[in-house]
């Protein structure tokens, strides 16, 4: 066997082997840095037997053979019966096709086992938030928030009960005069009072919306200057935002205490919503 046909299936074989290598540790040890090594391994010693039987085995340049009259050459054709004969052309062939075969399947599994850590499909977990009907609104100590707690013009940061934590369920309370609102129909038992509720979460970046102008009725977003009108469904008046906070639909509770009547008008957030898809 020629030293090109040898190492050519050396480096298919430690192609596989490090392939193989490779899913073990991705299943046993998980380790990232390893897991490169011996991706970028498998990928180079897959090359490199390319290379070496490019080079060793694929005849270069132009080459002529004179060709002999076959004619009734008994001992010409004995010859020829016997080059069909010669195992060792054949065995050669077979290493090589089984060692680049086993690269090849071994390379594929590595190619889909990753699939493995894209995990469970979101659903619609990122269009949900912690907010439910009946859950109350609390204030970051979790405790209730009244109706006497917000005077006009005034802002409190409100929490769904039992989830302060959660990042995407954090509200504005706004007390307006309650004849200024120009809600959308479906709306009107929205904001009982003039107590009203946005989602805190800016619909440009995700930054949180926490400045008030009162004499505007405009929330604002510090971080790139978008305005928000309250009074009419926080519909965006200037900034890059392009999309309405989504308004939260509350009621009062007997006892003075606010109460949600369901989960955000729409998906919070930057407006990844409103992209074609
Ligand atoms: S994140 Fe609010 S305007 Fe950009």
Redesign the pocket.
């Given at each position: 066997m020629r030293s090109a046909e040898r190492i050519g299936a050396i480096a298919f074989l430690a192609s596989a082997a490090s392939a193989i290598a490779l899913v073990v540790v991705y299943f046993q040890y998980p380790n990232t840095q390893l897991e490169g090594a011996l991706l970028g391994a498998a990928l180079m010693a897959f090359g490199v037997a390319f290379v070496v039987i490019a080079h060793g085995l694929l005849p270069v340049g132009p080459s002529v053979e004179r060709r002999e009259l076959f004619g009734d050459d008994a001992e010409a054709a004995g010859d020829v019966e016997e080059s069909f004969e010669r195992i060792d052309v054949l065995s050669r062939r077979r290493l090589l096709l089984a060692s680049a075969g086993s690269a090849i399947v071994a390379l594929a599994v590595v190619a889909i086992v990753p699939l493995r850590s894209l995990g469970p499909r979101p659903g619609n977990a990122l269009a949900r938030t912690p907010w439910r009907s009946g859950l109350r609104l609390v204030n970051a100590g979790g405790e209730p928030v009244h109706t006497t707690d917000v005077a006009l013009g005034g802002l409190v940061t409100v929490f769904p009960e039992g989830a302060v934590e959660a990042a995407d369920g954090q509200a504005v309370l706004m007390r307006v005069e309650p004849g200024l609102l120009r809600l959308s129909r479906g709306r009107e038992s929205w904001a009982p009072e003039g107590l009203i509720v946005y989602s805190k979460v800016?619909t440009?970046?995700?930054?949180p919306?926490g400045l008030y102008e009162a004499t505007r009725h405009e929330l604002l977003?510090p971080?790139?200057?978008?305005a928000f009108d309250v009074l009419q469904g926080a519909v965006p008046t200037s900034?890059?935002?392009a999309r309405a906070l989504p308004q939260l639909p509350i009621s009062v509770a007997a006892d003075g205490t606010l109460v949600a009547l369901g989960d955000f008008s729409d998906p919070i957030g930057p407006s990844y919503w409103d992209m074609p898809r």
């Open positions: 800016c440009h970046a995700g930054c919306v977003c971080c790139h200057q978008s900034g890059p935002a």
